[in-house]
Nanobody, 124 residues
Framework: QVHLVESGGGLVQAGGSLRLSCAAS????????MGWFRQAPGKGREFVAT????????YYADSVKGRFTISRDNAKNTVYLQMNSLKPEDTAVYYC?????????????????WGQGTQVTVSS
């Protein structure tokens, strides 16, 4: 079992930055690939970014590529999402997720554990 807790969300103006954190506890964190997903009001949950067990491989949704960076610190059992040049359309609840696999994945059903989410609101 992996327990995930997100933090770092908030209200920011367009063009600003936020860094989300996801603290993991439970089974060995360093074996798990991690991902970030988001759900905007009235929309389904969508993939944002994923990172493999070592942090050496990452993959992004086209909508955030070049603006967001996913990283991890296995010594701290934490994964991060640095979000720059934020846009109003980035407004959503952001969820951290963990896979049993060590390799990156961009589908929700491939993730086994989920956090409770953190709200990000970008004003225009």
């Amino acid at each position: 079992q992996v327990h995930l807790v997100e933090s770092g969300g908030g209200l920011v103006q367009a063009g600003g930055s936020l860094r989300l954190s996801c603290a993991a506890s439970g089974r060995t964190f360093s074996n798990n690939a991690m991902g970030w997903f988001r759900q905007a009001p009235g929309k389904g949950r969508e993939f944002v970014a994923t990172i493999n067990w070592s942090g050496g491989s990452a993959y992004y949704a086209d909508s955030v590529k070049g603006r967001f960076t996913i990283s991890r610190d296995n010594a701290k059992n934490t994964v991060y999402l640095q979000m720059n040049s934020l846009k109003p359309e980035d407004t959503a609840v952001y969820y951290c997720a963990a896979r049993s696999s060590s390799w990156i994945g961009d589908t929700q059903k491939s993730y086994d554990y989920w956090g409770q989410g953190t709200q990000v609101t970008v004003s225009s």
